[in-house]
């Protein structure tokens, strides 16, 4: 069981920077897909950026690209996920989630196979505004 735990988010101006970490009280995330997804009030929980378990493949989604950055740290015990330019509409809660180290980062942050996320974490608020 992995108990997945997101720090970071905060009340920021358009504009402005946040990094997102995502831990699992002391163990490693380096055997498994880990995925950031957020959801804003009255919308579907979507994926925004997954990163495979050896790291080599990363996914964004199109509304994030060139914004967000996701990376595991080099004792593979963190994933962050470094956010810049962001918007209004960037505001939801972020949650972090993982899967088995063989799920594609495609499959899961694009949720077509949900039953494959085994883990959430609770989330963490990003709200964005002036």
């Known amino acids: 069981q992995l108990q997945l735990v997101e720090s970071g988010g905060a009340v920021v101006q358009p504009g402005g920077s946040l990094r997102l970490s995502c831990s699992a009280s002391g163990r490693t995330l380096k055997f498994y897909a880990i995925g950031w997804f957020r959801q804003a009030p009255g919308k579907e929980r979507e994926g925004v950026s997954c990163v495979s378990e050896s790291g080599r493949s990363t996914y964004y989604a199109d509304s994030v690209k060139d914004r967000f950055t996701i990376a595991r740290d080099s004792n593979g015990m963190t994933v962050y996920l470094d956010i810049n330019g962001l918007k209004p509409e960037d505001t939801a809660v972020y949650y972090c989630?993982?899967?088995?180290?063989?799920?594609?980062?495609?499959?899961?942050?694009?949720?077509?196979?949900?039953?494959?996320?085994?883990?959430w974490g609770r989330g963490t608020q990003v709200t964005v505004s002036s």
């Open positions: 989630a993982g899967a088995s180290s063989d799920t594609t980062v495609r499959t899961m942050c694009g949720l077509r196979a949900p039953q494959l996320i085994k883990w």
